[in-house]
């Protein structure tokens, strides 16, 4: 599976952002899909999670009632729609897939991984 994360930019604290993870290859309907992110100087840290139909979701507890991640397994694609952004979300965002099922914050248990998409948020 191949996975290429899109949609980052810049855009000003209090905005919003929908990121895209599109999936190519291997039968992506029935992988767990998980957001991460990357700050400079920073681990990598969990963002969010969703079960392969879609109905198990998983946030961080700093995301939660900002981040919303859905699919749509007909687009064999992965969304994460962010609101009320802070400078704080300034990071590199990655997709990752894993052909387990597991809606998991344990970035090991993923076994596909996507190119990040930069998000800039300016205060």
């Known amino acids: 599976v191949q996975l290429q994360a899109s949609g980052g930019g810049l855009v000003q604290a209090g905005g919003s952002l929908r990121l895209s993870c599109a999936a190519s290859?291997?039968?992506?309907?029935?992988?767990?899909t998980g957001w991460f992110r990357q700050a400079p100087g920073k681990e990598r840290e969990f963002v969010a999670a969703i079960g392969w139909a879609g109905f198990n979701t998983y946030y961080a507890d700093s995301m939660k009632g900002r981040f919303t991640i859905s699919r749509d397994n007909a687009r064999n694609t992965v969304y994460l729609h962010m609101d009320s952004l802070k400078p704080e979300d300034t990071a590199v965002y990655y997709c990752a897939a894993n052909k387990h099922t597991y809606v998991s914050s344990t970035p090991d248990l993923y076994d596909y991984w996507g190119r990040g998409t930069q998000v800039t948020v300016s205060s």
């Open positions: 290859g291997g039968t992506f309907s029935h992988y767990a």
